[in-house]
């Protein structure tokens, strides 16, 4: 550590090197890359998490099951009114699509925060729309900070069990856990998937980004209760 505080540059290099190499576990390489470089979106990690991790490495996979808060430096985009903020409100349909497009625009900073918890229910077309700007965060190398997602989680529970040939339910459900890392529900959701629509399992992909942990709706009321 006190090295890493004297000569920055130098273990930011070595820690780079690490991850590429599956060395150390990813989680708490990157932590300290944060405090090192302070992750801004035209900061040294931001630079280096872009250009070498994400193409080139399978470092990340094991973060699945990260419990640990997203940094302070990247809160400060990813809270209320941050830069890096999205909030989905009302029925997520094509009166969403304003919202939902704002999605792609955040996808400049390392990490979005996407908070559904205000969301009143699913429609087929805006689960389609979400389900794009997912995948081009995961394509685009974003990390991810859900706010309410097991409540748009149930749902799509309700609705693939009244709609079973929906794929876009599905596909929604589908992206959810793999955002979040959760190879297991979502290799069961695909198997559930492939019998209702009658089609192949999606075959699980581990996402080269951060997976940040999820928020719930009561921890949101709690953060947002808690004085500055």
């Excluded at 070498?52 to 996979?61: E, K």
């Excluded at 996808?107 to 559904?116: A, K, S, T, W």
């Excluded at 969301?119 to 689960?127: A, L, N, P």
Aim: with cysteine; glycine share 6%; net charge neutral.
């Amino acid at each position: 550590m006190q090295y890493a505080t004297t000569m920055p540059m130098s273990a930011i290099e070595i820690l780079v090197e690490a991850l590429k190499a599956e060395k150390v576990a990813p989680l708490p390489a990157w932590l300290m890359l944060f405090d090192l470089s302070g992750y801004r979106d035209d900061g040294p990690t931001s630079r280096v998490y872009r250009n070498a991790i994400r193409p080139s490495s399978d470092a990340l996979r094991q973060t699945g099951s990260a419990t640990t808060c997203c940094p302070k430096a990247c809160r400060r985009n990813c809270g209320p009114a941050g830069a890096a903020y999205v909030e989905i409100d009302g029925p997520l349909g094509t009166a969403s699509a304003p919202d939902l497009a704002r999605i792609r625009v955040r996808g400049r900073y390392p990490v979005v925060h996407i908070d559904l918890t205000k969301v009143q229910h699913v429609q087929e077309e805006g689960c389609a729309l979400l389900s794009q700007e997912l995948q081009f965060l995961a394509g685009n190398g974003n990390g991810v900070l859900f706010s309410g997602a097991e409540r748009i989680e149930r749902m799509l529970r309700q609705a693939v069990d009244t709609m079973p040939k929906m794929a876009a339910f599905w596909q929604l459900l589908l992206d959810l856990q793999r955002l979040q890392g959760n190879q297991k529900k979502f290799e069961s959701v695909a198997l559930e998937y492939a019998l209702y629509v009658e089609t192949d399992p999606p075959a699980w992909e581990p996402v080269l980004m951060p997976v940040l942990p999820c928020e719930t709706v009561e921890e949101k009321a709690r953060r947002t209760a808690l004085p500055a």
